[in-house]
């Protein structure tokens, strides 16, 4: 039996051509889904909800200031519609952001994840990371592991499980909500991802995530003293989850294709 699921696409403007472009897109896939209202950042600082909090030091110390408005906004969304999931019993969440196509078999590859309880999947990254491909899903696509952080949340999936991982670590917000994906061994979530990708990214037409002022707030200097000890700390950690993972990397490599038709793939 299909595992019971929540697909939002998140949007500032429901009414957006790509929005609803997607929306038909995901239906026409046998993908059930509606659009989520994201948080706007654009006009000052979002207020925050009950049990999300700064991590105001940890944000000075890894990033040397704290989030943007607009990034801040782009958080709220994603762990706002994660967390909406997991309060409604889901048993996985599917979120897209409003600047993403999709590609055909979108719908056939969604539905075999569904049957692997799978953390996280990513169905479209930015960065080319080593990865170990673990074998075909649907098509041409195929199901990978990969040892670093992909990068971007403009579409992915997580599990009952990995909703409750990141609602639990996320919940302290000191950094961009895909580098918290990024570094998934702080709060152990098993990442996977799809190639070739599944969606692409359409540049500048989002409604997500809009420049803003950033915050004026400089690091001092015992967050300067500081950074390496913790960067250190991030290291160890991201070493020692790959050591207790180590038969699920072993033989990862680049891959030797095009993946994406996304333009900024780096």
Known sequence: MQKKYMCRVISLNRAAENTQKLLSDL???????????????RNGEPPLGDGEYFRDTLAMIRHGKRLTNSEL??????Y?????????????????????????LLGEVFKTLLERDLDM?????????????LGPLFGKHCLVRQERGGLGT????????????????????YEPVDKVFDHFFLFDLDVFAVEPHLAFELLGETSVAKKAPVYSDLPNLW??????????????CRHAY???????????EMPDTSISKTTRKL
Do not use: T
Not at 80 to 104: H, K, M, S, T
Not at 242 to 252: D, E, T
């Open 27 to 41: 239906a026409a896939q046998g993908i059930s889904a509606e659009v989520f209202d994201a948080v706007d950042g």
């Open 73 to 78: 906004g782009c958080y709220l969304s994603h």
């Open 80 to 104: 706002r519609a994660v967390r909406q999931a997991y309060n409604e019993g889901f048993e996985y969440v599917c979120l897209l952001e409003d600047d993403v196509v999709i590609e055909p």
């Open 121 to 133: 999947v990513r169905l479209m990254s930015l960065k080319l990371r080593r990865r170990k491909v």
């Open 154 to 173: 403009q579409a992915y999936m997580l599990s009952r499980n990995g909703m409750k991982k990141f609602l639990d670590y996320g919940c302290g917000i």
């Open 223 to 236: 967050h300067r003293l500081m950074f390496h000890p913790v960067k250190l700390w991030f290291s160890l």
């Open 242 to 252: 790959l050591l207790r993972h180590r038969q699920a990397f072993l033989g990862a």
